[in-house]
DNA sequence: CTAGGATCCTGTCAGC
DNA sequence: TGCTGACAGGATCCTA
């Protein structure tokens, strides 16, 4: 999915677009993707959208939040009634040609149809979902209730306590965990561990206080410059010339640069399986043993 | 309690 | 061309 940055992205280029609209008709194309009864949303309007890790909250007037989680190929597209160039749509999350092609398709599992314009969810792998929560119970979700806090709300102390509860996992294992730290995903695992220096499979408790702090500064920076570079939207997947763009080619330095020279000293950037996830790092910045 | 692997799904790509 | 297995920007459940 879509990580923190992606989130983020979604949250604000979606804001403008429907926060203050009224919901006027939900289709469920997959009963899985929807947990809890539709009906409650009608009528609703669209009071406010927040972002919690990886979760989008979007609360209703009547006091009904949609959680909506997009794992691993989840996105959200939203289609004005009357757009008159690609400004007045949205489109963030997985990126693939779902972002401008004729809606809905193959992989749309939700429709909700707005009084300005239409949200689809898509989701190629079913992963994710919409979840039906009461405002005032979001954050007693279990999801919720267990995440670590917001990469910039931690501090070196709190970060370093909920590392040293898995001394011998690999720290890319442990990073991955969202009660360690919030929002991080594969992409900004990789990324925050190239930025400390630090090999992912070193284990937890072998990490210096130096490297904790580095790598904590790493995930902030990292996901910063992502949102700054506008995440994975419309705008960055397509290039000016029509041709497909990638967004991480902004600001990535080693994820899915395998074969290519590092940024820092031109060894060439390998590609490794570290607890089970695909994983970019330079062999020479990022030492194994220490 | 933690660590690690299987699992939920669909689609694509490499290799035979 | 067709088949097979591996893999994919996530998180949970199960077992040891």
Known sequence: MPELPEVETIKRGLTG?????????????????????????????????????KALLIDLENGITMMIHLRMTGQL??????????????????????????????????????????????????????????????????????????????????????????????????????????GVGNIYADESLFYAKVHPNRLTGSLTDAEIEKLLEGARKTMQASIDSGGSTMKTYVKADGTKGDYLRLFAKVFRREGEPCTECGTEIIKIRVAGRGTHVCPKCQKELK
């Open 17 to 53: 677009f429907i926060k203050g609209a009224r919901i006027k008709r939900v289709t469920v194309l997959c009963e899985k993707s929807f947990i809890g009864p539709k009906e409650v949303v009608l009528d609703q309007k669209i009071k406010d959208i927040r972002r919690r890790g």
């Open 77 to 182: 597209i939203y289609r004005n009634a009357d757009a008159k160039s690609d400004d007045d749509n949205f489109a963030g999350g997985h990126p693939t040609d779902s972002f401008f092609t004729e809606l809905p398709n193959k992989q749309t599992r939700v429709i909700f149809e707005l009084d300005g314009g239409t949200l689809y969810f898509n989701d190629q792998r079913k992963f994710g979902f919409v979840k039906l929560i009461e405002t005032g119970e979001v954050e007693n979700d279990k999801f919720i209730k267990t995440l670590a806090k917001e990469p910039w709300d931690l501090t070196v102390e709190e970060f370093k306590e909920n590392l040293m509860h898995h001394k011998s996992a690999p720290i890319k294992a442990t990073i991955l965990d969202q009660k360690v730290i919030a």
